[in-house]
């Protein structure tokens, strides 16, 4: 029988209230308790950054953060990121920067961090930034050219 | 896999969490940052009875300079050690190693006093201490102690922490004029190195600290190799000197490799100085 506590929490804007098992981690909740499914889960241990997410302004791993430490923050989905993502989500497309799609919202949810701290249009920059996401594709060059274009404005 | 079930709390004071703590029928752990804990229930690898979640402490929060001296409470984050100025003026080393403790999303979370506490043998906070002789302060109900990071790291994941004791504060001593110099190998940049390095030692090229991490069970000097340094003997000197570790091999590398990546990564450190 798992212990559960009642967490209010902020996602993409609409404030929820509801009781968690206290053992599941942010990325559960989200997909199976609120049915946003654009946060995947991998590999479960921080590795992959398939479930990167933004928890009160910050990236972080949904799979290394209970739902219930969530009680009391904003969080920001794939699904709430909006025009915060529409240059990047275009460069994505044009520069064929998501082949199989399964890294993408953490991807897509690590460069705007980037972006909107004032990254510059580096690869070696970006590809430490980009380091704790994944693609089994092997698509990083796409994903960098993508990154590059909208810091650039070529896609704006 | 998922972790197995557990109790939580989220203490609003310092002494409520050490009450917690103190209990050893809950058998607690402190949740800090997350960052190495979380992974290791989801492994089963750890399976606390009880997490004491120390988000609500902000005295445990912060970077401070005291008599010259950095104090950074244990609930500080790595990011915000990132963007810290004092960081950066009173212990560049760890600011130089910042970029490689794993990944932005994890420096997000990741505490200073988590990864001390954890001790795991394949992190850089642990050696970076021991490079700076730093000083790591702990508490219980009965009071606080101060450890020598020197004598704090004992075997994998061991540490002088008895049950029921929080680690609290990191202090870093003056830094005077000495030099640094921080150099890791990773199959992928962020990743837990397969041998790394952390240098201190005096601008006359005295009285160095050599601390390793990822090589054995634990960080540890390589006294053996300050004593060549220290007498101003040659790099391939100061690598034959490697030859007592007691290296452990991983997942990653065998021992004999440790070995040798370990001559390589301070050599590479030694030309940063």
């Known amino acids: ?3 559960s506590k009642m967490i209010s929490v902020t996602v993409n804007g609409e404030t929820t209230t509801a009781a968690v098992p206290v053992r599941q981690n942010l990325v559960d909740f989200l997909r199976n308790t609120m049915g946003l499914t654009g946060s ?34 904003q969080v920001t989905t794939i699904e709430g990121y909006g025009d915060r993502a529409a240059a990047l989500r275009d460069a994505f497309t044009a520069r064929n920067a998501l082949q199989c799609g399964y890294c993408t919202p953490g991807m897509l949810a690590s460069a705007v961090e980037y972006i909107e701290g004032g990254g510059a249009a580096d690869r070696a920059a970006i ?25 650039d404005g070529a896609s704006a | 896999m998922k972790a197995a079930d557990f109790l939580y709390e989220r203490p609003a004071s310092l002494g409520d969490a050490l009450a917690l703590l103190a209990d050893a029928d809950r058998d607690a752990a402190p949740l800090a940052g997350g960052q190495s804990l979380m992974p290791m229930m989801n492994f089963r690898l750890a399976a606390p009875g009880m997490l004491v ?4 402490l902000d005295a445990l929060r912060g970077i401070t300079l005291e008599d010259g001296a950095l104090r950074i409470g244990a609930m500080t984050r790595y990011v915000e050690l990132t963007g810290s100025d004092l960081v950066s003026d009173h212990a560049p080393l760890i600011a130089q190693a910042l970029p490689h403790i794993a990944h932005a999303a994890v420096r997000n979370r990741g505490t ?4 001390v506490a954890l001790a795991d043998p394949a992190a850089e906070m642990p050696a970076l201490l021991l490079a700076l002789d730093a000083v790591i302060t702990v508490q219980s109900e009965e009071g606080s102690k101060d450890h020598a990071a020197n004598d704090f790291f004992l075997g994998m994941y061991e540490t002088a922490l008895e049950p029921g004791e929080l680690v609290t504060a990191i202090t870093i001593p003056p830094r005077g004029d000495r030099r640094f110099a ?48 220290d007498a101003g003997g040659a790099v ?3 690598i034959a000197a490697l030859e007592g570790l007691p290296f452990s091999g991983d997942l990653n590398a065998s021992d004999a490799t440790k070995k040798h990546l370990s001559g390589i990564v301070l050599k590479r450190a030694l030309g940063g100085l």
Do not use: K, P, W
């Open chain 2, 182 to 229: 921080f150099y890791e190998l990773a199959r992928r940049h962020g990743d837990y190195a397969m041998a790394g390095v952390a240098l201190s030692c005096a601008t006359d090229r005295t009285d160095h600290r050599v601390a390793y991490f990822s090589i054995a069970d634990r960080a540890l000097r390589a006294t053996a190799v300050e004593a060549v340094l």
């Open chain 1, 127 to 151: 590809r430490e930034h980009l380091s704790g996401n994944y693609c089994r594709c092997t698509g990083y060059q796409s994903i960098v050219d993508a990154v590059c274009d909208v810091i």
């Open chain 1, 40 to 73: 995947h889960v991998g590999c479960e241990h921080g590795v992959c950054g398939a479930c990167t997410l933004e928890v009160d302004g910050a990236m972080v791993r949904g799979c290394l953060m209970l739902a219930v430490q969530a009680d009391g923050t």
């Open chain 2, 112 to 115: 200073i006093g988590g990864s």
């Open chain 2, 53 to 56: 979640d120390l988000s609500g």
């Open chain 2, 236 to 238: 391939d000197d100061a």
């Open chain 1, 1 to 3: 029988m798992s212990d």
